[in-house]
């Protein structure tokens, strides 16, 4: 079954433990981007990666670190957590052709950092 | 700038239509799309338009497109409960073909 999985998909945390959130895909799709969605401001994007190792800046950035060392694979790290990163996160993929641009999400991982 | 809205809630019964709407700021969008979440679950991709169409009808969606007002909506016909969920549009810029530019989201209540 084509799907994108996310681990863990609840984790709670206290400020400045370093965490890592897990997302894989099984459709050899070269795009793979996180979001962070918050009441009131929808999803938006922290990081995306067109390819293995090639890896860019979205919206919110601030705090955050992934890398693409495996097309499959984009982890999102979080090196010292603070409160203000509590949110649903959701890791995404998608082919890269112009013209399909339908994303594939995963469940979400809802963080609480204490 | 890049700037989608939607109200946030709307609440219809059953067997009525639904209307969502959503407004954007940057005319140059080439895609738009409406995503749909359901409790629990990451996002499902509903129905896009390409920004040259005004129109695209897939069973019980409508989108309707009005690029000179910048404004996107989704009908709903026969709305079900079970289209209870969070409904989100999106763009993505001329621009910036790479991103996808996500709205506020709007929750969706059906009623019996």
Same mark, same amino acid.
């Given at each position: ?114 | ?39 629990? *679950? ?9 920004? /040259?169409? =005004? ?6 969606? %409508?989108? $309707? ?19 209870? *969920? ?9 621009? /910036?073909? =790479? ?6 989201? %709007?929750? $969706?209540?059906?009623?019996?």
């Amino acid at each position: 079954e084509a799907q994108v999985t996310q681990n863990p998909r609840y984790l709670i945390t206290v400020t400045g433990k370093k965490l890592t959130v897990t997302c894989s895909q099984n459709m050899n799709h070269e795009y793979m981007s996180w979001y962070r969605q918050d009441p009131g401001l929808g999803l938006r994007q922290i990081y995306y990666s067109m390819n293995v190792e090639v890896t860019d800046k979205g919206d919110v950035p601030e705090g955050y670190k992934v890398s693409r060392k495996e097309k499959r694979n984009f982890p999102l790290i979080l090196e010292s957590p603070s409160p203000n990163q509590t949110s649903l996160y959701f890791c995404a993929s998608r082919p890269l052709l112009v013209g399909n641009e339908k994303l594939f999400f995963g469940s979400g991982t809802q963080l609480s950092v204490l | 700038g890049e700037d989608v809205e939607q109200s946030l809630f709307l609440s219809v019964r059953e067997g009525d239509s639904s209307v969502i709407n959503c407004t954007y700021t940057d005319s140059s969008s080439t895609y738009l799309y409406w995503y749909k979440q359901e409790p629990g *679950a990451g996002l499902q991709l509903l129905t896009y338009i390409f920004s /040259n169409m =005004d129109m695209k009808q897939d069973q019980r969606l %409508t989108v $309707l497109l009005n690029k000179k007002d910048k404004h996107l909506s989704l009908r709903i016909a026969d709305t079900q409960t079970g289209d209870s *969920a969070i409904y989100f549009c999106a763009e993505i810029p001329l621009y /910036n073909t =790479d991103k996808l530019i996500f709205g506020t989201g %709007t929750r $969706l209540q059906v009623f019996p």
